[in-house]
Every structure is written in C-alpha cells, then in structure tokens.
C-alpha cells in the first residue's frame, strides 16, 4: 500500500481518545486512513522523528473578516504557519451578513486553511439600521431572527454577540437570537457587557441564565478580558459548573487587549475602566508605535480613520493562567492583522503567537497542565463547539488536518513591533491541512525531513 502522504514516527497524540504513541499515519486523499506501527510508504513521505502528530489546530475566536468578502490570502499563510488548519471568525458581534457572499468570496480566494463564520449581532444590527445605542423594536427584532436564521442557512455556525461594542443590545433582542442559535443546535459567542471587576459578575449572570433558559450552547469569548480581579474567574467557574447548559469560554495568552480606537468600549464610561489612556500602545496610522497621551488621544478619536491599539497590562497575568485552568476554557486568539497600503501588516502579535505561546509557556514551562490537555484546547473542544465531527481529531477517517511540532522547541516569535507581529513561531515545520502538506521551516539540524519518493 503507497499512501499520498504518510508521517513515520511521530508520537501521536489524540485528544479524544487518548492515543499517545509512537505510530506512522497514513493519508489518503483529504482523510486519515491508516494509524499503523509498521513504517508506511507514500508518494510523499514526512520523517516524524521528535515531533508531535497534534490534530491541527483550530482558532475558535478570529477576526479576519474584516476585508470584503475575502480573507487576505498573506494573513492566511501566517495563520497556516502558526499551526491553524481552521479558523472561525464573526466573533464579538462584528461579521458579513451575507454569508453566501462571504463563503463565495473565500472560495475564490482557495485559501490554504479553512475559514468559517458566525453571524454578528452588532452586523445586525446594522442591516436593519439601529446604531449601537437604540434599543431594538419587536419589529426590528424579528427582522434581526430572519437574518440570522438566513445566514445559518447558508452556513455560519453559530452567532456572536458584541454587547460591549453595541450596548443598545437589550435582554429581549439577545434571547431572541439565542433561541434561534437553539432551534439550530448551534452556539452563542458573547463579548460581555461590562469591562470592569465589580459588574463582571452581571455580565456573566445575563449570559449564562440565557444560555440555560434557551438550551442555546454558550461560549464567553475571551474570558477574562471582561472578567478579573476580585476572585471572578474562581465565582466563574462555580457559576459555570453549578449549570446544566453546555458552556464553554475561549481565552488568549496575553494580558493585553487590542481594539480599535472608534469602538464604543472607548465611549463615555471609559473612565470606569481600570487603565488610563497611558497603557494603550497606537498600533497602525501615523503614530504606531507610541503610547497614547490624552490629547493624541483625543485627536486619534475625532480622525475618520480608525486606529487599532493595545492596551498594555490590561487584566493580571495570574487571571488569565487560572482562566486556562478551568475545565470548560479553549484556546482562542481574538486575533485581526491590519494590511497598511505601504504593505506593513500590523496588529497584535496573538494572530500567530497564540498556539506557540500557550503550548511553549503556559503548558511547557509554567506546566500548567498535560501536554494532551493543552492540545484539546486547541482541537478537539473547539472542533466541538463547532460541530465538527472529523476534526479536532486524529483516527482513521477524520480529516487529514495535522499539525506537526516539536514540543521541546516550539515558541512564540511575535511581537507588538511593525511586521514583527507576523513572525512564525519556532518549533512548527510541518502543517498537513485537507490532505495537502505545508512545508513551514526545515527540522531544525537536518532539512531533508521531507522525502518525495517519485513513487
Ligand atoms: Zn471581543
């Protein structure tokens, strides 16, 4: 038997099952068709020697849809190199809401990793034309359920929510849109409503009672961005647990935030926040790279172009390893890379750095968990939130979406600097998505890992 791809000897790691062995795996066409201990041969053969064989992995929080219709496609080699063989994005409320239209416009682009999509309130809102502070009407409500349920026709997977950004969002219009993500069977992502310790627990309340009164599967998007201090993340996890409804969270690795500078967390209000306009570093436009005073500020929020920042220091490093910890968090990176004209891209290194920063220092060197748990976050529950029966997995008949690392070497590269948010991380050579295999870096020490056989 010649396969079209096969790896020989990695250690193969399976979250759902629990496989953790040394095995060949064959690949035919777009599946996973053997697990074998006897060496394989294939038209292309990948020497696995000290890698893990990881299910590839999915980012279950992204924001790359903010081009029309497309996904640039160098925004997607860098998601490739990351180790993503998936992405899903429409997250926090802010999606296409022609959804037809958005999957055409991927397809064009033959992008070499998949992308799917929420469908967002905020987005909604906007097609049936509320701005962020009105409060929806009952008519303007059921227009809202018609077009999400228009979109779940054509293919978005769940719908998001961006309270924060559109705090006109009332009970009524989310738990209408949560029972149509029920009547699906799919899942709500929810940006929560407030930013700030002593009102994270309301916020939490407000979504967790909806998920359990509609049935709909919740997931709290980058948790705990909007939950911190003041012992929430542990009162989070007592109120998770207490539930009966499917609740899951998404986390990234850094206790920085990045938004833009029009959205409305930066609305009256802001002085309730915990930082100052001091801790946000600019990240695109004229003045990238500096940190913000209160006139440029001032300025940056009159402009018409809008100014993507960071906000530095954000949460406490220790919120977000105990966010890890819960049962129910994934891996997610909340990432966007802006293109500029000039062709810099910029943004917050979570884009790429997410997968390796999480398994090269939250699992590796803090050993905040197992090795195979940390890979279930980034697989096989998101896979799951998802719907995604042959992902997240690695067994015969499951989608041949690998990913191959080398856990003693793999490492974040990105950082806040122009360009540098980019950079692949180290540790990562070889990504296999839909049964086609990426060459990313050479083994460290030998490049020829990689043998076409001619056969
Ligand atoms: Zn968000």
Known sequence: MVYD??????????????LDENLNIGIIGDKIAALETKRLSGHIEVDGDGLIASPGFIDIHAHEDASPYYFPSRISQCALKTGY???????????HTDIRGFFDGIARQRLPIGCHTLIGNVALRHAVGLDNYSKADPAEIN????????????????????LQYAPGTSYEEEKALFDVAAGYGLFAAVHMRYDYPEKAMDAVEEVVSL?????????ISHLPANVYGKGNIDKTKERVLRSRADIHCDVYPYNVW????????FDEGFDNFNFSVNNLEILTGPYAGQYCTQSLFDELRLSHDDTMTACHNAMPIEDVVAAYSLPFSMVG??????????????????SVGT???????????????PLMEGIRKLTLLPSNQCDFSRKGRIQPGCDADITLFNYEEI?????????????????IPYVIVGGELHLIRPKRGKDEGLRDSGK
């Open 333 to 350: 990176s909340d990432g966007q890379l802006g293109t500029s004209p000039d062709g810099q891209v910029k943004g917050h290194p979570r």
């Open 5 to 18: 791809i096969c790896v020989n000897g990695a250690r193969v790691m399976d979250p759902e099952t629990g």
């Open 211 to 219: 998920a359990e009164s509609t049935g709909a599967r919740l997931q």
């Open 143 to 162: 227009r809202m359920v018609s077009l999400c349920r228009k979109a779940f026709e054509e293919g978005a997977i769940g719908v998001s929510f961006g």
């Open 355 to 369: 997968p390796a920063k999480f398994l090269g220092e939250f699992v590796r060197e803090k050993g905040l968990m």
């Open 85 to 95: 063989t998936s992405i899903v994005v429409g997250n926090c409320g802010m999606s």
């Open 411 to 427: 490492r974040e590269q990105a950082s806040f600097e122009i360009n540098a948010c980019v950079e692949p991380p180290d540790g």
């Open 258 to 265: 990045a938004t833009t500078l029009q959205s409305a967390v």
